[in-house]
Every structure is written in C-alpha cells, then in structure tokens.
T-cell receptor
Framework: EDQVTQSPEALRLQEGESSSLNCSYT??????LFWYRQDPGKGPEFLFT???AGEEKEKERLKATLTKKESFLHITAPKPEDSATYLC??????????FGTGTRLLVSP | GAGVSQSPRYKVAKRGQDVALRCDPI?????LFWYQQALGQGPEFLTY????????KSGLPSDRFFAERPEGSVSTLKIQRTQQEDSAVYLC??????????FGPGTRLTVT
C-alpha cells in the first residue's frame, strides 16, 4: 500500500525566511505526486503535479522538486498570505489520491 | 467558471440519524471522488465514480456509507445510523483528462 509522510508537522517562519517542506513516499510505481494548499474551512487547492525524478515546477514563491523517494516544496521569501496547510499526495491505482497528514505553515509579519 | 459545490456546508446530526451530503461537480467533469478528512489529518479516499459508474468504493468504512451518482453529474453520499466516529469533513472532488482533482469546500459533519 502506498504511503506518504510529511515533515515537519508544523513550521513557523518569519516573513522573508525561506524554508522547505518534505514529503517522503513509498509507492509501487509513481503515477504522479501532487501538492495542494488548504486554508482553514476550505477544500484543498491544487498547486503542482510532478511525474518523474528530477522534475521541478514553480509558481510565484513556491517551487516543487521530485526525487525517487521524496519531494520538496521550497518556499522563497514567504509572506503571511502563504500561511496554510500544505498537503502532499500520490496517485494510487486508477485515480485515487493518498494524502500525507500535511505541514501547517505559519508565516509571521 | 463555477467550481465544485457541496451542501450543506455544516450538518449536525444526533447519533443514529441518517444524513445525505450533496456534491455538484464542475460541469463536464467525468470523474468524481469523495474523501473524509478528520481534524488535523489529510483527506482519506472513500469512493470514486466515472460518470455514473462507481469504480472504487474500497475506502467506505462500513456498510452504513453509501454513495450514488445516478445521472453522472450530481453525487450524494449517504450515511445511515450515524456514529460519533463519523464526525469529520467530507470533501468532494472532480477531475477531467488532466487528472488534477478540484475540491469543493467540504461538509463538516458533527454527530452528537
């Protein structure tokens, strides 16, 4: 069974303090690794999909990278509005997603 | 365009009551998913439809949970004889060919 582990569970940063979130996965054959952002009281919002080791995707202050066993979400010069829970998921079987427990990010001004 | 919508947004049920949760996917999206998210956890897969066919229901936790999508668009998740452990946020997602899943805002179910 596919497994996804995210670390740290929670991260507090000062505005402008760059950092990375980790997602380790165990799958029988990667069919896509997904990053989502979730704000309190809302559903997850799609950020990135990565399919093969070495792939990178960027959007504003976020960059996602992928190796054979883990993915990183790098946050450069974060702002308070980047505060959210970041979820990592892998696609298992036909289409269902297996999620990690998320990293709660708080960026203070 | 309009995203995935879910109703009600909040539901309080007494233990033993039946509940029905509705999901309106993005128009034209063939695939529809239900997930359950407990507090502080990531979403957990419940079931998956392609059009009106339920192709995977392996995540439904018991036979009290039932989902349908009779015309291949709107879906309903029904929970019979609710228990306290059913309290969670129920998320619906839909997708099309690019496999990205677009989530609704969820229904928060509280069983008292």
């Amino acid at each position: 069974e596919d497994q996804v582990t995210q670390s740290p569970e929670a991260l507090r940063l000062q505005e402008g303090e760059s950092s990375s979130l980790n997602c380790s996965y165990t799958v029988s054959g990667l069919r896509g690794l997904f990053w989502y952002r979730q704000d309190p009281g809302k559903g997850p919002e799609f950020l990135f999909t990565l399919y093969s080791a070495g792939e990178e995707k960027e959007k504003e202050r976020l960059k996602a990278t992928l190796t054979k066993k883990e993915s990183f979400l790098h946050i450069t010069a974060p702002k308070p509005e980047d505060s959210a829970t970041y979820l990592c998921a892998v696609r298992e079987g036909f289409q269902k997603l297996v999620f990690g427990t998320g990293t709660r990010l708080l960026v203070s001004p | 365009g309009a995203g995935v919508s879910q109703s009600p947004r909040y539901k309080v049920a007494k233990r033993g009551q039946d509940v029905a949760l509705r999901c309106d996917p993005i128009s034209g999206h063939v695939s529809l998913f239900w997930y359950q998210q407990a507090l502080g956890q990531g979403p957990e897969f419940l079931t998956y439809f392609q059009n009106e066919a339920q192709l995977d229901k392996s995540g439904l936790p018991s036979d009290r949970f039932f989902a349908e999508r009779p015309e291949g668009s709107v879906s309903t998740l029904k929970i019979q004889r609710t228990q306290q452990e059913d309290s969670a946020v129920y998320l619906c997602a839909s997708s099309t060919g690019d496999l990205r899943q677009y989530f609704g805002p969820g229904t928060r179910l509280t069983v008292t």
